[in-house]
């Protein structure tokens, strides 16, 4: 790689790395507030149809709305057409068998502990703003075809962040053609599907250059896995936090429906299902005795009558699942279900699991709260983390992207102050500004993420309603009000 001879000038006012949801959303949010000098880039070489179900709660589209009124009305449109597909036969179907929309906990008797909604207008009455599902891909589509074209660039793998204090700005170098990095932190891995894809041949890419892009401020919006982050905490105190922490618990399931007998649908119907179209199981008794983050849960659901699919958080060691076939996992798994005194017929469902379609992922973190007197800043001069790159969490409550949208949120208020007040150059108002983002954004954090490692919140009733009163009844706008 040869290095691009740039001339020494400020290309933007802001540059975002990372155009997820989060980085797509600060953009949008900077626009709205008139700060148009900006950029997004990312690694990919095409935006396709990759991620997972996201769950946007009350807080998350609360802020969406902040950020870009018409954004938080695609969203909310793109995502009831999710939750509410058109039935092709609506009048074949009675009301009394169409599935109830809420989530239920059982525990392995099939008793019903407690259970949540999943209707928008349930979630609206009761904290002021709605819930909707939407495929990672269809948010990030969203947010991304609101910003004009010429403010994102792709085939951006960023390598190296350098502060030129002299030019009072940040240099992010990049390099193209490289293809996307993998990460091992935000991996669901399929043993079967990983070794077709390294068999398969491509053209070699042309030789890359190195890009240098030069801006007054720098968002690190990359992801668990953020090259910013590494770089940034590499010679400072924080440089042992630069990479993301195992939480302990691990993730085993089956990568699609499956069909199975029908004698043994019926039965696990009738004892967890219900007419439920997602169930929790988990030992309640051995939660009483232990730690909630230990016990072994499963999340059961059935799109389509006699077929199933499941997913199984469990407490294991990190090495256990380094290099295991999809029978190794499943194997794995039966026992994870064994000692939790799982029923016979779960363990049967999943011993009945097609090994190529096995998945795993251990789930990663960066700790909000840490024993070290000194927590690791979210920014170190003019570049600034947010999103996973500064929080990320296992999804056990679902508040990873809803977070981050509300990280955009306080981060287009306050950059965009910056702008208003002409203070690219001043870098003690940008400081005090980064600081400001952290100090109302890090306790908040440290108790989503106290709760999703302990899920303490799904212990009782009282928990929950005091849980979801903290983090979705919260009026934005007033926040957003507190910063200015």
Known sequence: MKAENSSPKIDYDVAIVGAGPVGLATALGLRQRGIENIIVLDQTRAFRKVGQVVD????????????????????????????????????????????SLEWTTRNVKGQKIHSFPLAYDEYFRKYGEGRVSISWYDLQTQLRMLLPSDRLKINHRCVNVVAEPELKCVRADF?????????????????????????????????????????????????INSTVRQVIYKNSPYSVYRKPEYSGIAAIGSGGAYEIPEALSQEIKEQFIHNSRLVSIMNDQISKDSTIDETTRMILFSRKAGKFGYLIHAALPLELLAGKSGKELINIALEELKKANFPEMIQ?????????????????????????????????????????AAHGMPPFMAQGANQGLEDAAVMATLVSEIGKQNQWDDIAAIEAAFSKYESLRRPLIELIQQATLTREPLSSEEHRQEYNRQIYARNIEEIMQTLL
Request: hydrophobic letters at 30%; aromatic letters at 6%.
């Open 56 to 99: 946007l709660l009350p807080n998350g589209l609360k802020a969406v709305k902040y950020i870009d009124n018409q954004a938080y009305e695609n969203i909310k449109e793109t995502g009831q057409k999710f939750n509410n597909p058109p039935q092709p036969n609506p009048e074949s179907e009675s009301k009394k068998n169409q599935p």
């Open 175 to 223: 390099i193209s053609n490289q293809g996307v990095e993998a990460n091992p932190y935000a991996h669901w891995e399929n043993k079967q599907q990983d070794d077709k894809n390294s068999t398969v041949s491509s053209s070699p890419l042309p030789q890359s250059e190195i890009i240098s892009i030069r801006a007054k401020l720098l968002i690190a919006a990359d992801g």
């Open 348 to 388: 049967q469902l999943v011993a009945l699991s097609s090994p190529e379609q096995i998945l795993s992922r251990p789930y990663y973190l960066h700790r909000a709260a840490v024993s070290d007197t000194e927590q690791p800043k979210w920014n170190i001069g003019r570049v600034v983390l947010a999103g996973d």
